[in-house]
């Protein structure tokens, strides 16, 4: 009798400690979930019919591969406006061919997109995402490169039209894979007018504006 009482113990012990086991993994899934996605305009190693590059405005040719030039992507919860989008933590990349990037896959921060669903069938999260690229020559990041265009500095930015995406759901298993940018659309990269261009051009259209009224 001891024997199969000592045997039972074991047996409620065992069962305890995996359902404790089970409860942790599901906890720990819910809080450091994220959706996946496949930062790459490029499929292979050519450029696909219909592929969307990045160009550059001031010479209207695809933004050359190298160091001089960083992309990003931005994201945020479905619904989020352009001016809540985040950048991914990861570090910017660099095109590695004339208007291609290849940043492979990607996470987002449930923190910002929410929780994904862990019941069988279910989807990824809804994100927005926008892609945004510039001259490396004016920062390492977007906002910073942006400032310092409209400080006068040289160098081109841009971004695309932000777009919703379904992200990979990381909560399955075996997880939904990491989608493609479906959606994404190419765009072009421009310099931003020095504040002094942009008062000249104000005071052009005030006396061009002076100008019709004397007729």
Not at 28 to 34: E, P, R, V
Not at 112 to 129: E, F, K, M, R, Y
Request: proline residues 7%.
């Amino acid at each position: 009798m001891r024997d199969l009482t000592q045997i039972h113990e074991t047996s409620k012990t065992n069962m305890k400690k995996t359902v404790l086991t089970l409860t942790a993994l599901v906890a720990a899934a819910s809080i450091y979930a994220q959706g996946t996605v496949n930062f790459n305009n490029a499929t292979g190693t050519g450029a696909p019919a219909g592929t969307q590059y990045v160009s550059n405005s001031v010479d209207n040719v695809r933004v050359p591969a190298g160091a001089a030039y960083l992309v990003q992507l931005y994201y945020g919860a479905a619904g989020a406006a352009e001016t809540q989008l985040v950048p991914l933590a990861s570090t910017p990349v660099s095109f590695s061919a004339p208007g291609l990037f290849v940043g492979g896959v990607r996470t987002l921060l449930e923190s910002v997109i929410g929780t994904c669903n862990p019941a069988a069938g279910s989807a990824g999260q809804v994100a927005v995402l926008q892609v945004r690229a510039w001259s490396a020559s004016l920062g390492t990041d977007f906002a910073t490169a942006e400032a310092a265009a409209r400080g006068g500095a040289a160098g081109v930015l841009g971004q695309s039209a932000a777009f919703t995406l379904t992200t990979g759901n990381p909560c399955l298993m075996p997880q939904l894979p990491p989608p493609a940018l479906t959606g994404f659309r190419g765009f072009f990269l421009n310099p931003v007018p020095e504040p002094s261009t942009i008062g000249l051009g104000i005071v052009g259209l005030a006396a061009l504006a002076m100008l019709r009224r004397r007729k």
